[in-house]
């Protein structure tokens, strides 16, 4: 180590470092007033799409998009609070009472996919080929399969509590049944671990079913649909919001050109479309 | 087993490829961490050797306080710093949430009481007398303190690389009040949490490769200049 022989020199070298890092620091800013919080749900970000809508947002109108992927609870709790000012959800009854509660405007449906009920493919509890997920949902729970659940109040855990409630079963607290408190991609991990089932979006499975060992047990349901709406925060009840800049970003989602790369996103690489592009739309003809 | 292999064969992948987004990560998890950590020793050092050369009542009650802080949670740094900067928060009007500078705030407050305790510690182990010695020479008590921090060099680097080596590992803090956002605010171990949950497994434990080289290198980098001393 000749290198160190010398220790002032190696001193000196650590300072200079130090001082580089230090004056690079600098470089982080971003322009204020140009950036937008979007508060968005896992699958968004785990399915790999905004990486693809993202750059193309910004490149097409110089915001800076920050990206923050939580449950769709969450992401209306920042938005309750003021911390975001754009989001993109999929829970539906949820973001009524955040709009009717006067925390959102002008939601706007963006597109859909649909959820599934995934688990080993030996399917102990006998689900495959039933039509009802609830029914499938109640033969899980007859023979006490294990199911992994979110637990984090996301768009996927609120589905899924509808379904447990339309089939007459408290799952909570059941041995059977466990909450990882994780997001999409996660879970999924866990439950193919585990070897359980699970709630889970198309999207995210189909981006990462490489790595599981689950199938699709259970699908085609119309409750299953999962639909994502994309709602600006009301300015008026927080003025530090970047109202401009959520409508910039609100309109990209539903304009014609985003909704024609999500129509083929995935294609090549899965066979199929992740999600179906809606804009304009009603949401009572979706899955028609 | 096999996905270990794949991971670390990708890891040289990526690092011979100068794979662009990966070495951006990877320079400003340095940035970051390295920035905390100098702002954690300015703290650190003078806090610990006040308290260590002073005496006043409730001195241990601090010091045990201090030593506590050297495992404060990242995930409940990471939750203060976040409710204190949001927009509707004490200091929302800085509006930095979601930045590099929150990060590198939250890790300066987790580095902080680490390198606190080791240098109290390290100052406090030097001899008594030592220190009525240098005072008797005629130096000023500010003049002493410099003296003795400079005699506890050594335990101090380790302070340097205990709270670096806190700070780049940690990722509570970093994920919540950064975000993890692509390219702005994206470092070493939200991309490997973020790969992680996107079930690119491989590419998580190259990134987890990656930074235990980082680590090294800056521990060896830190080890050199720190055992040159001992040699003295």
Do not use: C
């Not at chain 1, 220790?7 to 690079?24: E, F, H, Q, R």
């Not at chain 1, 937008?36 to 799409?49: H, M, V, Y």
């Not at chain 1, 949820?94 to 009920?117: C, P, Q, T």
């Not at chain 1, 199911?147 to 509590?161: Q, V």
């Amino acid at each position: 180590m000749n290198l160190f022989k010398n220790n002032k020199w190696t001193i000196t070298l650590l300072i200079v470092a130090v001082l580089v890092i230090m004056g690079t620091a600098n470089v982080f800013a971003a322009p204020k007033q140009k950036n937008i919080i979007l508060a968005t749900t896992t699958s968004t970000q785990d399915s790999g799409l905004l990486d693809v809508l993202i750059p193309l947002f910004e490149k097409g109108t110089g915001y800076f998009v920050k990206t923050i992927a939580v449950g769709s609870g969450q992401a209306m709790k920042m938005g309750e609070k003021g911390e975001a000012d754009v989001m993109l959800v999929h829970s539906p009854d949820a973001e009524k009472k955040f709009i009717e509660e006067g925390y959102g405007v002008n939601r706007r449906l963006v597109m859909h996919n649909d959820f599934i009920i995934v688990g080993p493919a030996a399917d102990p509890a006998k689900i495959k080929g039933v039509k009802s997920s609830s029914e499938a949902l109640k033969l899980i729970a007859n023979s006490s399969s294990l199911f992994m659940s979110r637990g984090d109040n996301s768009g996927t855990h609120a589905k899924e509590k509808t379904l447990w409630k339309k089939s007459g079963i408290v799952p909570a607290g059941q041995k059977w049944y466990q909450e990882t408190g994780l997001g999409m991609g996660q879970t999924l991990n866990v439950a193919s671990e585990k070897k359980g089932y699970t709630l889970a979006d198309r999207g995210t499975y189909l981006a990462t079913k490489k790595s599981l060992a689950l199938d699709i047990l259970n699908e085609g349901d119309a409750v299953l649909l999962n639909i994502y709406h994309v709602i600006e925060i009301n300015s008026s009840k927080w003025p530090k919001a970047n109202a401009r800049g959520a409508k910039a970003f609100a309109d990209f989602m539903v304009s014609k050109k985003t909704q024609d790369i999500i129509k083929t996103f995935g294609v090549d690489k899965y066979g199929s479309p992740l999600f179906f592009p809606d804009a304009g739309k009603k949401v009572e003809n979706l899955g028609k | 087993m096999e996905l270990i292999v794949q991971g670390i064969i990708k890891a040289f992948e990526l690092i011979i490829s100068f794979d662009a987004e990966v070495m951006g990560i990877t320079w400003l998890s340095l940035k970051i961490s390295g920035t905390a950590t100098f702002i954690s020793l300015f703290f650190g050092v003078s806090i610990g050797a006040g308290v260590a050369l002073t005496d006043f009542p409730g001195k241990r009650i601090v010091i045990s306080l201090i030593n506590t802080g050297m495992g404060l949670p990242p995930v409940v740094v990471g939750l203060f710093v976040t409710i204190m900067i949001w927009r509707s928060g004490p200091l929302g009007f800085l509006e930095i949430l979601y930045t590099p500078y929150a990060m590198i705030i939250a890790q300066a407050i987790i580095a902080t009481p680490i390198v606190m305790g080791i240098s109290l510690a390290s100052i406090q182990s030097l001899p008594a007398n030592l220190r009525l010695q240098i005072l008797s020479l005629g130096a000023s008590r500010l003049q002493m303190a410099w003296i003795l921090i400079k005699e506890s060099k050594l335990p101090l680097l380790a302070a340097v690389m205990a709270g670096f080596g806190g700070v780049i590992s940690e990722v509570g803090a970093s994920i919540m009040v950064g975000g993890n956002i692509k390219g702005y605010s994206r470092v070493l171990t939200t991309a490997t949490v973020m790969e992680t949950g996107r079930g690119n497994f491989d590419i998580a434990i190259a990134l987890g490769i990656i930074l235990l080289i980082v680590a090294f290198l800056v521990n060896l980098l830190l080890t050199q200049v720190q055992q040159r001393q001992r040699l003295r």
